[in-house]
């Protein structure tokens, strides 16, 4: 799928050397870049949005302590 992105000229510019001097092209960075990161994003943004809806009174949580009491959860 093709998408299209702005980049700062100083990140463009690190793009170009960085592909330049390895003989890779700059797509070829741009997927390993949101491949590597997207799972950290996907962690970091989904759970600030669980623990907005926790703040809100929207979500439950569960304590640690009971958690540990229940049995269905003992190895």
Known sequence: ???SIRLTP????RLNFLAA???RS?????REIIERGLDDMEDYFLAADVLERVRKGKEKSTP??????DPALED
């Open 64 to 69: 640690p302590t009971e958690i540990k009491k």
């Open 10 to 13: 100083e990140i463009e510019e």
């Open 1 to 3: 799928m093709p998408t």
């Open 26 to 30: 700059k797509a070829f960075y741009l």
């Open 21 to 23: 001097q390895t003989g």
